[in-house]
C-alpha cells in the first residue's frame, strides 16, 4: 500500500526545521539525514521504497525550507545531533533508527554512539566519519577558520539567471550528481531573488571548520556503535578507496555500483540501496 509524502514542520524552540514524511502511521521510526547542501528531497527516491518505516527526511538547518541559524552560531556536528534528538523528543520516539547520508551519516554515527539507548538501527550511506586533522594542526586551522568567517560578509551568493542554469551548476559541483538529482534538489534549494535564482542555504555552511577531530577521536564514536549498523559504500563514491578504514570495521558493509549520491542519482540505484536497506530494517 503507497502512502502520500506529507510535508511538516517541527518547532524545537530553538530552530523550526522543514521534513518530509513517508511511510505508514505504525512503521519502524526512523530519521533520515542528508549529506552537505543537499535537503529532504535527497530522499525522495529511496524513501518511497522502504517496507515497513515512518520516516522523517528533515531538512538539516541551514538548508532546504528549514530555519538558519541565529546571528551568531554556527553549524557544529554536535548542534546537527542536539536537533535530532529535539525531533525525536517531539515526535516522541523514545527508540528511533538513523538513515543518514554522506554528512547525515556521520551526524548518525555520532548520535548512535554518543547516545546508544536512543538509537535502534543504523543505515549509513557512503558516510561515515567526519573531516579529521593532526592534533598540531589544531592552531593554524582555528585561525583560518576566524578570518573566514570575518570575511563572510563581504561575498555574495551566486544568483543564476534561471533554475536550469542552477541546475546545471549543481550537476558539475564538488560531488558530481545526475541532472534528475541536480532538479530534485534544486525543487527545495533554490529561491527567487533578483536577477534570477540563488540557493537557500546559509553561506556559514561553507565556512572550514575550527576544530577537527583527530583520527583516534573520529574513529572512537565508530568502535562506540552498538546497535546493528549496515554501510552502503558507493564504488564511485567517497569511501570505495579507503581500504584501511574499511578493513578495521566491524559492522556490516555492503558495495553498489554508483557515485557519492547513487541513491538519487537514478532510480536503479535507489532500488539497489532500497533492497539492502529492506533486508536490513526487517531483519530480527
Known sequence: MSHPVEEIRLNLGHIELAAHLFGPDDGQPVIALHGWLDNANS?????????????????????GHSDHRPIGASYNLA???????????????????????SLGAIVSVLLAASMPERVSRLALIDGLLPLMAEADESVERMGLALQAQLALPDKKKPVYPDQERAIEVRMKGMVAVSREAAQLLAQR????????????????????????????????????????????????????????????????????????????????????????FNRFFSAS
Open 43 to 63: 530522499f525522495a527516491r529511496l524513501a518511497p521504497r522502504l517496507e515497513g518505516l515512518r520516516i522523517v527526511a528533515l531538512d538539516l538547518a541551514g538548508h
Open 79 to 101: 548542534d546537527y545531533a542536539f536537533d535530532v534528538l529535539q525531533v525525536a523528543e517531539q515526535l516522541g520516539w523514545q527508540r528511533f533508527s538513523l538513515l543518514g547520508h
Open 189 to 276: 534549494g533554490l529561491m527567487p531573488v533578483p536577477g534570477g535564482y540563488t540557493w537557500r542555504s546559509d553561506s556559514r555552511l561553507t565556512l572550514p571548520s575550527a576544530i577537527r577531530l583527530t583520527r583516534q577521536q573520529a574513529m572512537s564514536f565508530v568502535e562506540a556503535i552498538q546497535c546493528p549498523t549496515q554501510l552502503v559504500i558507493a564504488e564511485d563514491g567517497m569511501l570505495a578507496r579507503n581500504e584501511a578504514l574499511l578493513s578495521a570495521l566491524t559492522f556490516a558493509i555492503h558495495t553498489l555500483p554508483g557515485g557519492h549520491h547513487l541513491h538519487l542519482n537514478d532510480e536503479s540505484g535507489a532500488r539497489s540501496v532500497a533492497d539492502c
